[in-house]
Structure formats: structure tokens, C-alpha cells
């Protein structure tokens, strides 16, 4: 069955300071592949979305992420953190015709700090 | 605003008790989702549609629960002799349909306490 895995249940960064989250997954054949973003009261917003294509893919709010099909990771990037970048944050693999079924992550809480 | 949105926002009911959730999606959107989500954790996909079909359903949906989508416009979801275990945030998303991709946009959520 697909999964995702994403190891790290919080993370906190220094505002201005670099941000990795991973995420890796289990699927059989190219993955559809998702980043959400869930602000406190707020519904998932789409971060970015990977398909097919460059493996590197650049989404809104400054955020890119990297396809790695030979480690099964989908890793969530940004340069430079902003303090309204805390949320919670998805990843998530689609699969069905067009990746219609979309299987989450349990999410990793991001805190930033001053 | 153009978005999905959902009502009730919350909803409070004593176990044994029915409720009823209903989703409103992107009007051009064909595909409707429903999803729980509990606290700590990430969406867990229940049943989808494309248009008034529901072509598939998650086996976390029990006989309890039951969604439908008469016009292909907006849905509802139903829960029947609520559980305790039925407390969560129930999430409804909608997306074109069309082409390669399924870019699904999230409702604000229904939030069912049962007591």
C-alpha cells in the first residue's frame, strides 16, 4: 500500500535560517507528489506539486522541493524562513488515475524562532 | 469568495445522535473528497466523486457514515449513531478533474465533538 513518511514530528528554526523537511514515500510507479501547508483555523493550502518532468519544482511562499526517485523522497526547501512560515506541514502522494486518492503524512509541526 | 466551503464550521452532538456535514465545491470543479483528520495526524482520505458518482470508498468509512453528491454539485456526509471515536475534523476538497493533475482544494473543515 502507498505511504508517506515524514520523520520528523517538529522542527524550529531561527528566523532567517534555512528549512529542510522530508518526506519520503512508498508507491509503485511515478508518484503524483504534494506539499500542504495548515495554518492554525486555516484549510491545507497547495505548497507545490510534482508530476513529471524537473525534478525540482518551485511553489508559492518561496518554497521548492526536490524529487528523488532513487531515495523515494519528495524533501521540502526554503532559503530563508519567515516567522509566518509556522504551520503545520503535508506531504502527500496521489495515486489513481490522475493521483486522485491522496494518501498524507502525519505532518511536521514547524516553530520559528526570533 | 469562489472557494469550497463547508457547514456547520463546528458541530457538537451527544453519542448515538445523526449528523449531517455538507460541502460546497469550486463550481467548476467535477471530483469532490472527503477526508478526517484527528488531532496529531494528516488527512485520511473517506470517499470520492466525480460528478454524482462516488467510485470509491476508504474502508475507515463504515456502514455508518455515508456521503452522497445528488446533482453533482455539492455533497453531504452523514454519520449515523455517532461514536465518540467520530470526534475530528472532517475535511472536504474539490478539484477540476481535468488533465494530468489533481491539485485538490481544501474546504475549511467541519469540526464534529461527539460527547
Known amino acids: 500500500a502507498q505511504s508517506v513518511t515524514q520523520p520528523d514530528i517538529h522542527i524550529t528554526v531561527s528566523e532567517g535560517a534555512s528549512l529542510e523537511l522530508r518526506c519520503n514515500y512508498s508507491y509503485g510507479a511515478t508518484p503524483y507528489l504534494f506539499w500542504y501547508v495548515q495554518s492554525p483555523g486555516q484549510g491545507l493550502q497547495l505548497l507545490l506539486k510534482y508530476f513529471s518532468g524537473d525534478t525540482l519544482v518551485q511553489g508559492i511562499k518561496g518554497f521548492e522541493a526536490e524529487f528523488k526517485r532513487s531515495q523515494s523522497s519528495f524533501n521540502l526547501r526554503k532559503p530563508s524562513v519567515h516567522w509566518s512560515d509556522a504551520a503545520e506541514y503535508f506531504c502527500a502522494v496521489g495515486e489513481g488515475t490522475g493521483g486522485f486518492k491522496t494518501i498524507f503524512g502525519a505532518g511536521t509541526r514547524l516553530f520559528v524562532k526570533a | 469568495d469562489t472557494g469550497v466551503s463547508q457547514d456547520p464550521r463546528h458541530k457538537i452532538t451527544k453519542r448515538g445522535q445523526n449528523v449531517t456535514f455538507r460541502c460546497d465545491p469550486i463550481?467548476?470543479?467535477?471530483?469532490l473528497y472527503w477526508y478526517r483528520q484527528t488531532l496529531g495526524q494528516g488527512p485520511e482520505f473517506l470517499t470520492y466523486f466525480q460528478n454524482e458518482a462516488q467510485l470509491e470508498k476508504s474502508r475507515l468509512l463504515s456502514d455508518r457514515f455515508s456521503a452522497e453528491r445528488p446533482k453533482g454539485s455539492f455533497s453531504t456526509l452523514e454519520i449515523q449513531r455517532t461514536e465518540q471515536g467520530d470526534s475530528a475534523m472532517y475535511l472536504c476538497?474539490?478539484?477540476?478533474?481535468?488533465?494530468?493533475?489533481?491539485?485538490?482544494?481544501f474546504g475549511p473543515g467541519t469540526r464534529l465533538t461527539v460527547l
Open positions: 476538497a474539490s478539484s477540476p478533474g481535468t488533465g494530468g493533475s489533481n491539485e485538490q482544494f
Open positions: 463550481s467548476e470543479h467535477n471530483r
